[in-house]
């Protein structure tokens, strides 16, 4: 479980990409942040995916500016 340090950091790193990417769309805030943070890293640590979450997934990433 990542520390409230690292969750900030990564905040920081999404702000950053957003002012290039987020275009048209509303940042989101540190709680939704670490909220949506905590979905992605639960999805991409699990053994498999069910169709509805890898969609889920593919949307976190498109939202958290991930690679």
């Known amino acids: 479980m ?3 340090s690292e969750i900030h950091e990564r905040y920081l ?3 950053e990409r957003f002012t290039y990417f987020g275009r ?3 940042m989101l805030s540190l709680d939704d942040f ?3 943070d905590a979905e ?4 991409t640590t699990a ?3 069910t169709d509805e979450e890898e ?3 593919e949307e976190l990433t ?3 500016f991930r690679d």
Do not use: F, H, I, S
């Open 2 to 4: 990542p520390t409230p």
């Open 13 to 15: 790193d999404y702000r």
């Open 24 to 26: 048209n769309v509303p």
């Open 34 to 36: 670490a909220a949506r």
């Open 40 to 43: 992605y890293d639960a999805l």
């Open 47 to 49: 053994a498999r995916l």
């Open 55 to 57: 969609e889920r997934l």
């Open 62 to 64: 498109r939202l958290l």
